[in-house]
């Protein structure tokens, strides 16, 4: 995948492909890529004869064609910006002759989000060709707090690991919304200040201290009280603690503390390096390593399992979702 900001760099250097393709799950690149190119190829002066937005559900590949082929007034290019292009998935490949040979003095930007072209058909080849294939990847959620770390760290901001991984828990791999949390965050927050959990707890609304990142950790040190303590919040609090990202996020945990005990190197560095996780969280699996032995952590993935089927309805109709999660934490904790 190219670089977003290696593309951002070819555009400021004038090094303009005349088609950007952008395709993916993660709209969150597609838009940025596409933002910047709208907001400075063309002066302002020159935007209001040379520069259009089209949307994939309104206009055909004809259309999209016919607007790119015309020439620019008053200015080196115009730009054509086709949104919502995934619209047009049945016809795209329509796009072939225009695209070998595509009019120069147009930047022509598709923004196909959530689909991807087949790289084996003719398009995809022409277009990395003679412009620029974009393909936007979902992160894994153990990438999103550095994800998290670097876009602040970018703005002269801070955060703590705990406090990065509330968001990532609360918002999931969504970069859209968590950068909408970000850019709310350092509205309030001063210039250099690390952001906290408290910060997080205080600006956002998401608890410090009952969170399912607390659960997990509590789940991990045996500690009973504290997890029956978080499980009857979310009881009270149904909507914004859905037992579907309670026992995904728990899922995950134990996936990697199997992987844990599967290493024979133990030590903090080759930890962290082999799960993917921050240092700062090293501790919570050395601990959970101790109080779940490998064979415990088996049996407790297949009770995650069924837990997740009951709460989608399966074999448990009489069961809330509270009792579920209540009766799950009791058998991984007994």
């Not at 002066?45 to 259309?63: A, P």
């Not at 620019?72 to 054509?80: G, K």
């Amino acid at each position: 995948m190219t670089d977003v900001k290696q593309i951002v760099s070819d555009i400021k250097q004038g090094n303009i492909k005349p088609i950007y393709f952008l395709m993916g799950e993660e709209s969150y690149y597609i838009d940025s890529i596409a933002d910047f190119i709208e907001n400075s190829i063309l002066t302002e002066e020159e935007k209001g004869f040379n520069q259009m937005v089209l949307y994939g559900r309104d206009v055909s590949v004809e259309e999209i064609v016919s607007n790119a082929k015309r020439f620019p007034m008053m200015a080196e290019r115009q730009v054509i910006i086709v949104k919502e292009a995934q619209e047009l998935s049945r016809t795209i490949e329509n796009l072939v002759p225009y695209t070998e040979n595509p009019q120069p003095t147009t930047v022509l930007v598709l923004c196909y989000k959530y689909k991807t072209l087949d790289k084996r058909k003719k398009l995809a080849k022409i277009v990395s060709k003679n412009g620029l294939l974009f393909e936007s990847k979902k992160l894994y959620e153990n990438q999103v707090a550095d994800w998290i770390r670097r876009v602040l760290s970018g703005k002269k901001y801070s955060i703590e690991p705990k406090a990065a991984q509330m968001l990532v828990e609360f918002l999931g791999n969504d970069l859209s919304k968590i950068n909408n949390e970000l850019t709310k965050l350092t509205q309030i927050a001063a210039q250099d200040q690390k952001i906290t959990a408290e910060f997080i707890e205080e600006n956002i609304g998401i608890s410090k201290d009952f969170n399912n990142f607390e659960l997990r950790k509590a789940v991990g040190e045996k500690q009973i009280v504290k997890a029956n303590q978080i499980i009857n919040y979310f009881a009270r609090n149904p909507k914004g603690n859905p037992i579907v990202m309670t026992v995904s996020l728990l899922n995950s945990f134990f996936t990697q503390l199997l992987q844990f005990h599967g290493l024979k190197d133990k030590s903090r560095g080759n930890v962290a390096r082999a799960l993917r996780v921050n240092p700062y969280f090293v501790d919570d699996y050395l601990t959970a390593g101790r109080n779940y032995p490998m064979r415990k952590v088996s049996q407790i993935i297949g009770l995650l399992r069924d837990a997740d089927m009951k709460s989608k309805g399966v074999g448990a109709s009489s069961l809330g979702q509270s009792d579920i999660l209540k009766e799950l934490l009791f058998k991984i904790m007994h």
